[in-house]
T-cell receptor
Framework: AQSVAQPEDQVNVAEGNPLTVKCTYS??????LFWYVQYPNRGLQFLLK??????LVKGSYGFEAEFNKSQTSFHLKKPSALVSDSALYFC??????????????FGKGTHLIIQP | GAVVSQHPSRVICKSGTSVKIECRSL??????MFWYRQFPKQSLMLMAT?????????EQGVEKDKFLINHASLTLSTLTVTSAHPEDSSFYIC????????????FGEGSRLTVL
């Protein structure tokens, strides 16, 4: 079985400061890892993914994430936070052996609040 | 990126009636679609996997007679909440996979169902 842990319900960051949203995962095979963002009463928007290759993945809106196999982590980062980054962020994983036909397993989500 | 359209975005119905929610992939063929349910301030719970031309696969604890899923074409899946009750009120989100093995999902904007 696969699982995702987002240990923080909420992260507060001052505008302009760097931000980190934490995510750890557990899968049997090679992990396919994703970050999505959700604004109120909206669907999920894709930010970035790690499938293979470079451990540092760059995505939309200036976000990036670093895959760390030894720590089974995939933390989301941004060098300088914007107030508009305030939203609910979900980390998700699927087992790479699944062949593309499996639903993702999501973490519980982390509310990111950027204070002006 | 690929676009998934979900309709209606909001629906209010009386207890005992049935409600249909549509999920369409607009610019790609989706061999697999997924239906999620999201409770307030919680993560997405996978309800079922919908494969074109075959019966949906439901997750444990999801009533297949309550939540009817039809995936009659490569661009359309529907979720019908039958004999809805207030406890069925929730935010329902669909997603679609274009295949290819990486598992990236494209999400609809969600449908807010309120059962009176």
């Amino acid at each position: 079985a696969q699982s995702v842990a987002q240990p923080e319900d909420q992260v507060n960051v001052a505008e302009g400061n760097p931000l980190t949203v934490k995510c750890t995962y557990s899968v049997s095979g090679n992990p396919y890892l994703f970050w999505y963002v959700q604004y109120p009463n909206r669907g999920l928007q894709f930010l970035l993914k790690y499938i293979t290759g470079d451990n540092l993945v760059k995505g939309s809106y200036g976000f990036e994430a670093e895959f760390n196999k030894s720590q089974t982590s995939f933390h989301l980062k941004k060098p300088s936070a914007l107030v508009s980054d305030s939203a609910l962020y979900f980390c998700a994983v699927r087992d790479g052996r699944g062949g593309g036909a499996d639903g993702l397993t999501f973490g519980k989500g982390t509310h990111l609040i950027i204070q002006p | 990126g690929a676009v998934v359209s979900q309709h209606p975005s909001r629906v209010i119905c009386k207890s005992g009636t049935s409600v249909k929610i549509e999920c369409r992939s607009l610019d790609f063929q989706a061999t697999t679609m997924f239906w999620y349910r999201q409770f307030p301030k919680q993560s997405l719970m996978l309800m079922a996997t919908s494969n074109e031309g075959s019966k949906a696969t439901y997750e444990q604890g999801v009533e297949k007679d309550k939540f009817l899923i039809n995936h009659a074409s490569l661009t359309l899946s529907t979720l019908t909440v039958t004999s809805a009750h207030p406890e069925d009120s929730s935010f329902y989100i669909c997603s679609a996979s274009a295949g290819g093995g990486t598992g990236e999902l494209f999400f609809g904007e969600g449908s807010r169902l309120t059962v009176l």
